[in-house]
C-alpha cells in the first residue's frame, strides 16, 4: 500500500532508510539527470532576447520569427505524454539518451544554420529531443529515489535546476547575444548536450514495465495530435491574437482530438492513459494546481519585462538583475520545500504555496511610475517565485504519490505536459490584455489583478478537493 505523505503519521519518521544521506552515485545520478533538464529549460528562454539580431541575420521577417519559439514547443509539448509512455514499455534509459542525442545534434545545427529553415528544423528537432527527455528523466527520477525523504530531496533540486535554467537562460541571452552573436545561445546547449551525454550510460539504471503490454495506437495519434494542435493555436495567438482562421480551426481541431482521445481511452483495453489515474483526485487537483502556478507565473514574468522596460525604462541588463534576484529565490524556494513537504505534507505545501503565489502577485498591483516600483516589484515577484518553487515540486510530488513503477512513465508525463501547457497558454489567454490596452500600466494591473485572482481561487480548490480525498481516506481506514 502507498504512503499518504499528507498524514500525519507518514510524515514522522525522519530517520531511518528512508532519510539516509544520498550516496556519491546517487547524487551523481541527479546531476546527470538535473543537468538535462536545466539544459530543456534554459533553451525555454535563451533565445528571446536574440531574436531580433537573429532575425536580421537569417533574414526572417518580424512575423515569422514567432516559429523560432513555436518550433520548439510544438512538438515538445505535443509528443509528451506518447514519449512518456514508449518509455515506460520500451526503456525509459534508452529513449533518455535517443532524447539527449537528437537535442545535441539539433542544437548544432541550430548553431550553424544557413537559412530560416534549416535553422527552424534545429529548433523543431530540439522540441522533439525535449518531449524525449523531460518525462523519462522525472520517470528516471522517482524510479531511482523510492518515495518518501529522497524523492522529495531529489524534485526539490530538480524544481530549482528546472527555474533556474528558465532564469539563467533569460540573463545569458542577453550577455551572450551581445558578446557572442546569437550563434552562441545554440552552441551553449550543444556544450551541455555534450557533458551529459558520455556521463549518462554509465550511471542511469534502465527500467521499464514488468510487462509489454501493445502501444495503443489510436490514443497516441488523437492525444499527440490534439496537443499539437492546442498548443500551435495558442502560441500563434499570443503573437497575433485569436481572430486568424489557422488559430480558430487548429483551436477546434485540438479540442475535438482530445475529446476522441477521452472516447478511446474509455474503450482500449490497454490505454495510452489510465482513464482511473486521471480519476485519482491527488493527479486530477494536483494537475490542476500545476497548471494554474505555471500559466500564470509566466504570465507575470511576462507582463514584468514589459512593465520594467517600457514603463520604468530599465535596460535589458538591469532587467536581467531583477530576474536574476528572482532566481535565487527560486533556489532558495526549492532547497526548503523538501523539509517543509517532510513536516506538512505534499498536498498542505501545495495549497499553502498557491495561496503564497497568488498574494505576493497580488502585491504588485502597488507597483508604479516612481522608482521604488523597481524594488517592490522585485521582491514581490520574487517571494512569489519561492512560492512558485513550492508549488512545483508539491505538485509533482501529490501527482506522483503512490504511483507504482510501472505507471511512473504516464504519471510524469502528464507532470510535464501540464507544466508545458502551463508555459504556453497563460501569456496569450493574460498576457495580450497587457499588449493591447492603451495604457501599458492599466494593462499590467488589470493582468496582474486577475492572475491573482486566478491563483488564490485555485488554491482554494485545491484544497477543498483533497481535503474530501483524506475525508474518504479516513472513512475506509
Known amino acids: 500500500m502507498a504512503i499518504d505523505t499528507s498524514h500525519p503519521a507518514a510524515r514522522t519518521p525522519v530517520t531511518g532508510p528512508a532519510a539516509a544521506p544520498l550516496t556519491t552515485r546517487d547524487r551523481l545520478v541527479l546531476f546527470v539527470l538535473c543537468a538535462a533538464q536545466f539544459m530543456v529549460a534554459l533553451d525555454f528562454s535563451v533565445l528571446n532576447v536574440a531574436l531580433p539580431v537573429l532575425g536580421t541575420d537569417l533574414g526572417m521577417s518580424t512575423s515569422a520569427l514567432q516559429w523560432a519559439v513555436t518550433a520548439f514547443a510544438l512538438p515538445s509539448g505535443g509528443f509528451l505524454l506518447l514519449f512518456g509512455r514508449v518509455g515506460d514499455l520500451y526503456g525509459r534509459r534508452k529513449l533518455f539518451l535517443a532524447g539527449l542525442a537528437l537535442f545535441g545534434a539539433a542544437s548544432l545545427l541550430a ?15 530540439q522540441g522533439l529531443g525535449a518531449a524525449a527527455i523531460v518525462p ?27 527555474s533556474l535554467g528558465f532564469t539563467v537562460g533569460m540573463i545569458a541571452g542577453g550577455v551572450l547575444t551581445d558578446a557572442l552573436g546569437w550563434r552562441s545561445t545554440m552552441g551553449l546547449l550543444t556544450v551541455f548536450a555534450l557533458i551529459v551525454l558520455p556521463l549518462a550510460p554509465a550511471l542511469l539504471p534502465e527500467s521499464r514495465t514488468p510487462d509489454r503490454p501493445r502501444l495503443d495506437v489510436r490514443g497516441a495519434v488523437t492525444v499527440t495530435g490534439g496537443l499539437l494542435s492546442l498548443i500551435y493555436a495558442l502560441s500563434t495567438a499570443a503573437a497575433h491574437g485569436f481572430g486568424r482562421a489557422d488559430v480558430l480551426l487548429t483551436l477546434a481541431a485540438g479540442v475535438l482530438l482530445l475529446t476522441a482521445f477521452v472516447a478511446v481511452e474509455s474503450r482500449t483495453a ?117 512560492c512558485h518553487l513550492g508549488a512545483i515540486v508539491s505538485y509533482g510530488l501529490t501527482v506522483t504519490s503512490g504511483v507504482p513503477d510501472e505507471e511512473q512513465g504516464l504519471a510524469t508525463g502528464l507532470v510535464t505536459s501540464t507544466q508545458q501547457v502551463g508555459i504556453t497558454v497563460g501569456i496569450p489567454l493574460l498576457g495580450v490584455l497587457a499588449t493591447t490596452s492603451t495604457d501599458l500600466l492599466t494593462g499590467v494591473h488589470t493582468v496582474l489583478a486577475l492572475d491573482a485572482a486566478i491563483v488564490l481561487a485555485t488554491a482554494a480548490l485545491v484544497a477543498t478537493g483533497l481535503r474530501t480525498r483524506r475525508t474518504a481516506a479516513r472513512a475506509v481506514a
Open 111 to 125: 548553431t550553424f544554420a544557413w537559412d530560416p529553415a534549416s535553422f527552424l528544423a534545429g529548433r523543431a528537432l
Open 136 to 162: 523519462t528523466g522525472m520517470s528516471l527520477l522517482t524510479t531511482t529515489f523510492p518515495e518518501g525523504p529522497a524523492r522529495d530531496r531529489a524534485l526539490g533540486v530538480s524544481g530549482s535546476v528546472l
Open 270 to 386: 490497454q490505454p495510452l492513459v489510465s482513464l482511473p489515474m486521471l480519476r485519482r483526485s491527488t493527479v486530477a487537483w494536483g494537475n490542476l494546481g500545476g497548471l494554474v502556478t505555471f500559466s500564470m507565473m509566466s504570465t507575470v514574468i511576462f507582463v514584468l519585462t514589459l512593465y520594467l522596460q517600457e514603463t520604468l525604462h530599465l535596460s535589458a541588463f538591469r532587467t536581467g538583475l531583477v530576474f536574476g534576484v528572482q532566481g535565487v529565490l527560486s533556489v532558495v524556494g526549492g532547497a526548503l520545500t523538501p523539509r517543509v513537504v517532510g513536516r506538512f505534507g505534499a498536498r498542505r505545501v501545495l495549497v499553502a504555496s498557491l495561496a503564497g503565489q497568488g498574494v505576493f502577485i497580488a502585491a504588485l498591483l502597488g507597483i508604479g511610475e516612481s522608482g521604488w516600483s523597481v524594488w517592490l516589484a522585485t521582491a514581490a515577484v520574487s517571494l512569489a517565485s519561492m
